[in-house]
């Protein structure tokens, strides 16, 4: 190091920004897992993590500001909480659609002939299918089968026996889609099954999979009631009533398992664009969350995209602006101690702007230090002419500049204490080059109490 030295420096809260960053992230990942969990356990058994409790315990690691306790936990989060996410989605789809075909199941025999009990039994089943667990869910397929199979064996006697007829195919197709396994002895039944199962063409396999569609839609995104009560309604409807029927509600909820999607784009786009201004707190940074709260109330898509990104620029600009200017501040302070003098040549030491620092013990000498974009600072060793001064590289240049560069190493190692690392990106060694001195002065330049309090407030 010497006349000329070019440092990249780097702060540890930069690091911290992109931990909080990405603890932001994953706290919304968990409270998203944690809700679908919790949902999914009223009807299916789940084995694994416990995201509710993993969600506490990190909210109380973030309140506590305690960054470091789980680096690795983050990152593996991170990284899987997506795929999680996803795979709690599919589940609860799963779980719902099978409850939702049992129901019409059940729906659809009451519209045939039975008994008292029978008919209470199915009544029973269609008010609670939404909500049964495993266990009470299989013993509604159980008992749902018994009555198909009774059903098989009993002479119709109703007004209109091909409605009866057809309403009856369409219970034991529903059933075979309701839960796995279900498995029949009677022969036709099972043709029923595997055509049901291989996705026929017939009604069936057409609402089974419009139940499915259903299933995905978030219901606190887009309202879906409508259209399970209009599928509610395909038990009592004829043949030709029915098709129309389904192809009705499934045009209507393609749209709106779309428009849930959409909806669900907006809000991992805010979610982005928050965890982005999490480690803010300024009036730029409140403006940028109202503008990311506006396009999600809005569900605008464009809108949330074009905020999110804006988000981002601002806070990797800002961070690099904080982190040059606490670089700096530290950096002069510790040539403070050094002893050197500080002159502010313009209203403070910003990024892109120049100052001088000066040992008083060398009238004929001072240092220029440039901020560079990045977080990168530029030492120049300068010398002054004076009547005792030699002609090209002498001896008093090189020990300034040697001198310079002991200096410099100790507010680098005093700075790594204080999180901030320096890398030598450039340099020219003493004596690399002759001084070509600058214009001799007649008085100091620098006034008394020109430190870097006055920089600072500046």
Known sequence: MSKLVLVNYRISAAEEREVRRKIELIRRMLTRCAALQQVLQKLEPVAGEKWAEVLARYQRTVDERRWREFTDAYNRLYDELPAVERGLEKALADAKAKRLRLELTAATLMATSGSTAERSRLASITSHAAGLYADRFQNAVAAIEAIVRQRFNTPLDVAEPDVTSDQIALARELLALSAEPVRFADASVAEHQVAAQTGGGTDAARIARLMEQISQVDPELVPIDDLLVRIRELPASSPGQRALLIDSVTLETKERLDLARRQREVQMTIDEGLAWLTPFESEDADHLRERLAAALAAKDLVAAQAAGAEAKTWAEAEGKRQDGQRIRSLLLRELQQLGYEVNVQGAAWDEGSRITIQN????????????????????????YDHLERSAGINRRDVEVEQSWCNDLARVNKALAERGITAEIAHEEGPGACAQVPLPARHSRPLESGRTVERERKA
Do not use: F, I, W
């Open 360 to 383: 008083p013990t060398e009238p004929n000498y001072d240092v220029q230090l440039s901020a560079v974009a990045g977080g990168a600072v530029q030492s120049k060793v300068r010398a």
